[in-house]
């Protein structure tokens, strides 16, 4: 074990100085204890990313950065973090300032040209591939970029010289003549390019590419009819074919025939010759359709399919869980989200769907457990502390759910909405301590982010009525709440009982009465009508509501006591 580690930091410490070395050529980076920081700045930052620490590998290479501040190779890796963590604007900054730094090196080069595609800046394409041209003339696969982002940008003819340079380089190739059709697709002049894939399909009718392309132009004219023959005819050619398929797919959806484009569908993501990419591609073309019932069963199908398809991708579990969810079955969707997370923890996301589904299916000690072993995977995650937080303050462990909760406070994003959340729950705990002035300020600090925060404003109404404290400002607080939800019964419930603590009971008991028409078998709720009702001199009524309570499984000495001595007893 010792000697792997030793390799492995061998091999870090050569990465590093090689990279580092680049640089030097360049210009004088200044005294020898600066370039010693600026070797072990950046060695300590691969090897946290190595451990998959990346926010501290981030802070090394910043450092790097300050000790020199055109260290390219630094610029580089801050540009694959930022990536990572899905800030993809820093990630293109950074990516833009490694090509400045070192123009010559490719692997920044093609670093930048993935940003452009992920970023949409399809224009900035042409030149960078011409930089890797230039540095790498026989490399064909910079050729076949340029060409194809010229085509996507709609200027086909300056791809003509690039597919005649290729063919007189390198010679004829599946991928050439690909090229050269997707040239024909885009051709300002569809009638044309039409004439000469007729033609080609007369003198080779088994190269389904060249039914596919002129498919595509019927399309691109409108003729669907002629589209979908050619198609057919291409599916008698090569049956297995799957972008013939698809193609044939698309036009029967475009036609209203989804039932045709999902058997078509079901056969390409039932084979083997498609990759998982192009299948969850396919599925997740369902998810703007999904509020249509039969869509939504679609593509629950075909993810299940890509499940059984694609065993060991991640993705394919995660996307079925993330339909799942949308079918409300909660509990399979725990499932492939925990299976998922089994081919690859690393997924934060889907960590915080695990912890958002147990929560709402009641597993709260599978919340801390889950949630405990995702905070240790990332530790700088507000979401996963107020979740495990809020489980741990239902199994009534309040001084567990501080400390998470304080947590998430201290990390919270700028989202005032969740702040908000996090606060009240924060109170709630507090609360439950009896730690009264520290409740408080949590609810006022929730309020404060959030004014319509009704969750925080009905339970500080609650608690206040409890302690019999501040009841106008708890009357307030409980009629907004009602007023953000007027079909809650809890939030009705609450504000019944401020009013009895006002002494308003008949008041009091319209809200009770509203309460429980939305929600006849709540315990406490019929107890506090009960209360009320006793109130207003209706004994009989009342010990028919503290019974019906009890039915309902409230357990407390004071309810027992109501119900034996036939009165109310705080």
């Not at 085509?151 to 300056?158: F, N, Y």
């Not at 908000?420 to 600090?445: G, I, M, P, T």
Request: charged share 30%.
């Amino acid at each position: 074990m010792l000697k792997k580690t030793f390799l492995i930091a061998l091999g870090l410490c050569c990465l590093a100085t090689s990279l580092i070395s680049q640089e030097k050529n360049s210009k004088d980076r200044g005294s020898g204890a600066e370039s010693a920081g600026v070797r072990n700045s950046f060695f300590s930052g691969l090897r946290e990313k190595t451990a998959g620490r990346i926010e501290e590998a981030e802070g090394y290479f910043k450092r790097t950065i300050e000790l020199d501040t055109a260290n390219a190779a630094a610029f580089y890796e801050l540009s694959n973090i930022y990536r990572i963590k899905q800030q993809i604007d820093l990630a293109e900054q950074f990516a833009a300032k490694a090509t400045q730094a070192n123009p010559k090196n490719k692997w920044y080069l093609l670093l930048l040209s993935d940003i452009y595609k992920q970023n949409q800046k399809l224009d900035k394409l042409p030149d960078l591939y011409d930089r890797l041209i230039a540095l790498e003339p026989n490399v064909d696969e910079h050729l076949y970029s340029k060409a194809n982002a010229l085509i996507i940008l709609g200027r086909s003819k300056e791809a003509e010289p690039i597919y005649a340079r290729i063919d007189s380089v390198f010679g004829t190739s599946a991928e050439l003549e690909m090229l050269k059709q997707r040239i024909l697709v885009n051709d300002p002049d569809p009638e044309k390019s039409i004439s000469v894939l007729e033609e080609q399909i007369s003198k080779n009718p088994r190269d389904t590419r060249n039914y596919l392309a002129l498919s595509e132009l019927y399309l691109k004219t409108g003729a669907k009819d002629k589209a979908l023959s050619r198609l057919k005819e291409a599916n008698k050619v090569e049956p297995k074919n799957p972008y013939v398929i698809l193609l044939m797919a698309d036009v029967y959806r475009s036609e209203g025939k989804n039932e045709d484009a999902y058997r078509e569908l079901k056969k390409v993501v039932s084979d083997d010759v498609l990759t998982f990419e192009v299948k969850a591609q396919i599925i997740l073309s369902y998810f703007p359709k999904l509020k249509d019932p039969k869509s939504l069963a679609e593509a629950t199908e075909l993810a299940l399919i890509t499940t059984r398809k694609h065993s060991k991708e991640p993705k394919a579990f995660a996307i079925y869980g993330d339909l799942l969810v949308q079918a409300k079955d909660l509990k399979g969707a725990k499932e492939a989200y925990k299976h998922a997370l089994s081919l690859n923890e690393k997924e934060v996301r889907l960590w915080e769907q695990l912890l958002e589904i147990e929560t709402s299916l009641g597993d709260f000690q599978a919340v801390i457990n889950d949630g405990e072993k995702a905070i240790s995977l990332f530790s700088d995650r507000s979401f996963l502390y107020f979740f495990t937080g809020v489980a741990a303050a239902q199994l009534e462990n309040h001084d567990k759910a501080i400390d998470y909760l304080l947590q998430a406070a201290a990390l919270s994003t700028q989202n005032a909405v969740y702040q908000s959340q996090v606060q009240a729950s924060l109170a709630n705990s507090l609360n439950s301590l009896k730690r009264y002035k520290e409740a408080d300020a949590a609810f006022d600090r929730a309020l404060t982010l959030d004014p319509i925060n009704a969750y925080a404003l009905n339970n500080y109404a609650y608690y206040l009525s409890l302690r019999k404290e501040r009841l106008e400002k708890a009357a307030e607080m409980s009629r907004q709440a009602n007023e953000l939800d007027p079909e809650n019964a809890s939030f009705q419930d609450t504000y019944a009982w401020v009013l009895f603590q006002q002494e308003k009971y008949q008041d009091a008991r319209l809200w009770m009465e509203k309460a429980i028409k939305n929600n006849e078998k709540s315990g406490v709720q019929l107890e506090h009508f009960g209360d009320i009702l006793f109130h207003l001199q209706e004994t009989d009524l009342a010990l028919e509501y503290w019974m019906k309570a009890k039915a309902q499984g409230v357990k407390s000495d004071t309810l027992d006591k109501k119900i034996n001595e036939k009165r109310y007893v705080e």
